[in-house]
């Protein structure tokens, strides 16, 4: 029995090296999508005051919701195009990489909207960029290095944010949402377009 499972579990580790060129072609619309909801979030947030802790994390976690929505939904379309199960086990690995890190990080939001003060807003976006590297970096195991660089630079950014949080406690709610505009947003577009262009020059060569 366990000889079955080792073997299976080569099997899909295996797999999963091999399909990593395929995870890298679906990844670039992915990060485009979500760089655009992140930064239209970012500039919507500004504009539509949205400043109470409560508020500002309720229209963050609205604006994750969709991200995983649309990526699941973007993600879906690529297996078929593939004519491949989408669900299957290396995608499942994946999953499972992705999970305890986004878990986390959801109840530690969760905690900060009901606890609802204003003095917590910084530690709510710094908490949500470190986690979602976290996430990042142990998925990045099943794709290309571009991943887990992209991953630490997200980690490295929430670590500066924590040193200059501890400096200056009382960053208004306008600069909260232009920080998550900035590393959900501009970095996420950045990173998809690198990915889209680089695919494509490999697709031409």
Not at 55 to 61: D, E, H, I, S, V
Not at 112 to 128: G, Q
Not at 146 to 164: Q, R, T
Not at 177 to 195: E, I, N, T
């Amino acid at each position: 029995m366990e000889s079955n499972w080792a073997v299976e579990h080569l099997q899909t580790i295996r797999t999963l090296m091999e399909r990593s060129a395929i995870y890298r072609r679906a990844l670039a619309p992915i990060m485009l999508f979500v760089g655009a909801l992140g930064l239209a979030g970012g500039v919507a947030g500004v504009a539509l005051r949205v400043e109470s802790m409560h508020a500002f994390g309720l229209f963050w976690l609205g604006i994750a919701a969709a991200a995983v929505i649309g990526a699941f939904l973007l993600a879906r379309r690529q297996a078929l195009k593939e004519r491949e199960t989408f669900w299957s086990p290396p995608t499942r690995r994946v999953a499972q990489a992705l999970l305890p890190a986004l878990f986390c990080g959801l109840c530690m939001s969760l905690v900060l909207v009901l606890v609802d003060d204003d003095d917590l807003l910084p530690l709510f976006v710094i908490l949500c960029i470190l986690f979602y590297g976290c996430s990042l970096h142990a998925a990045g195991f099943f794709m290309p290095r571009g991943m887990k660089l992209f991953a630490w630079g997200l980690i490295g950014g929430g670590l500066l944010l924590l040193i200059w949080a501890a400096q200056d406690p009382a960053a208004p709610a306008h600069t909260g949402h232009l920080l998550m505009g900035f590393f959900f947003g501009l970095l996420h577009l950045a990173y998809g377009a690198y990915l889209y262009l680089t695919e494509k020059r490999k697709t031409a060569a």
